[in-house]
């Protein structure tokens, strides 16, 4: 009797074992799909794309070429891809979140969907402020070492486009640092006194990055640092509140 009830635990769990890595499967599988159809999508409205972000320079000046044959029609891809990705990264959360979420307990189910939500508007955030402030202040500072020389410039379309998706992925990722502080302290990796006490530290480091992603301006190295200091002090903030309000739960489950 005994072995038998032995063969029968382990056979239901191998059936559990293959219903998950089935549905593992089809996840990944619906999320390949979506990711092919956003890429032909973005393959489609690729040369819109790439249009409007060469308009932007053209304010400015700038004329391009490309070298290569194939080179235009690489960034045509390029671009289709990046926009696919952006496009099926809320599907491929949403089959993670499905996957794992009948192991979450409610406060980590509340943290995931929320990290999730405010992550996708964080990004979204900062690739609008680096559309919208920072290029037309570096675009304008670049533009401007090349005045009254001799040397003419023919831009790349390639290192222009790829250029501009930097500074998109930068500034996106930049903005996530709420998001990612806030998952930090609520798993208890992080805490606030830390980000209080280092806050002198973090801001000299912040002007070095500025320094670093920016053109050598003073103006341009502020316009990126007032923004990251403002997240970061966000990120106490927003990080305090939690905690205040996570503490009577946990006095109340002790």
Known sequence: MGKRKTKEVQNEKSMALSGHLRELRNRLVICIAC???????????????????????????????????????MQYFSVAMLAGVCITFPVLFYHIWSFIQPGLRRNENLLFLSA????????????????????PFMLYFLV?????????AAISVQNYITFLLTIF?????????????????????LRVEWMKKGRRV???????????????????????????????ELSILICSFLMRFKKPDQEEEE
């Open 35 to 73: 990711l092919v159809v956003s890429f032909l999508i973005g393959l489609h409205y690729a040369p819109d794309i790439v249009k409007a972000l060469t308009d932007i320079g053209k304010n400015y000046g700038y004329t391009y070429v490309y070298i290569a044959p194939q080179e235009l029609l």
């Open 169 to 189: 992925m930068i500034f996106g990722i930049v903005f996530e640092l709420p998001v990612l502080s806030v998952i930090l302290t609520q798993m208890r990796l």
């Open 202 to 232: 973090i801001i000299i480091v912040i002007f070095v990055v500025a320094a670093f992603i920016t053109p050598p301006d003073i103006v341009s190295q502020i316009m990126i640092a007032i923004p990251m200091i403002g997240l970061y």
């Open 144 to 152: 401007g070492i090349g005045m009254g020389s001799d040397i003419t």
């Open 116 to 135: 999730m939500f405010f992550g996708l508007i964080c990004f979204a955030a900062g690739v609008l402020f680096a559309y919208k402030i920072m290029l």
